[in-house]
T-cell receptor
Framework: ETGVTQSPTHLIKTRGQQVTLRCSSQ?????VSWYQQALGQGPQFIFQ???????GRGNFPPRFSGLQFPNYSSELNVNALELDDSALYLC?????????????FGNGTRLTVT | AQKVTQAQTEISVVEKEDVTLDCVYE???????LFWYKQPPSGELVFLIR??????QNEISGRYSWNFQKSTSSFNFTITASQVVDSAVYFC???????????????FGKGTLLTVNP
């Protein structure tokens, strides 16, 4: 059983640029969630996708967008990067009903915006 | 609004000591899940336990145990006979249900940094 994999591991971008982060969900999982973790803080929910549709969104501006593909993998896109976007971005996959499976997280992508 | 409070920012113990990490939560949902995750320096969030709000039985898994008390909205985590490898940041998290009735989001506490010294 393969776990959640994220790419790239690390990324350095310049303010104003755009970035795409990728996530492959754990085998059999149809739900993907993205979280942002700033240094010294707990993860903050960005959004969740279930069967290619957004199923909930946290308090993040529209320049944070996502996609889920038919194979349940996912992308997180951030436009017009700001310095405060520097963080660890975590992807988590699960089955739709959490009583049947907890959230399993990937190792994350560490984004630095200069 | 959902809220998770981990009042202990940092805890330092000597190996073999027992240590309890506190977690207090606020929610208006009647059905919810509580989680504990471990985050070692590598950054990955490692799932430790999920507890349903209807199940108040305490749970033990090896050196780990969890005490869920709905009356005080607490879900505390105890490590018995701590080891150096237990050093990590530990997060307590609370699920939230959307208008469609599905669990869609976790609200995390700020975490407790546990350092176990040899």
């Amino acid at each position: 059983e393969t776990g959640v994999t994220q790419s790239p591991t690390h990324l350095i971008k310049t303010r104003g640029q755009q970035v795409t982060l990728r996530c492959s969900s754990q085998s059999g999982h149809n739900t993907v969630s993205w979280y942002q973790q700033a240094l010294g803080q707990g993860p903050q929910f960005i959004f969740q996708y279930y069967r290619e549709e957004e199923n909930g969104r946290g308090n993040f501006p529209p320049r944070f967008s996502g996609l889920q593909f038919p194979n349940y993998s996912s992308e997180l896109n951030v436009n017009a990067l700001e310095l405060d976007d520097s963080a660890l971005y975590l992807c988590a996959s699960s089955l739709a009903l959490w009583k049947n499976s907890p959230l399993h997280f990937g190792n994350g992508t560490r984004l630095t915006v200069t | 609004a959902q809220k998770v409070t981990q009042a202990q920012t940092e805890i330092s113990v000597v190996e073999k000591e027992d240590v309890t990490l506190d977690c207090v939560y606020e929610t208006r949902d009647t059905t919810y899940y509580l989680f504990w995750y471990k985050q070692p320096p590598s950054g990955e969030l490692v799932f430790l336990i999920r507890r349903n709000s209807f199940d108040e039985q305490n749970e033990i898994s090896g050196r780990y145990s969890w005490n869920f008390q709905k009356s005080t909205s607490s879900f505390n985590f105890t490590i018995t006979a701590s080891q150096v490898v237990d050093s990590a940041v530990y997060f307590c998290a609370l699920s939230e249900t959307n208008s469609g009735g599905s669990n869609y989001k976790l609200t995390f506490g700020k975490g407790t940094l546990l350092t176990v010294n040899p």
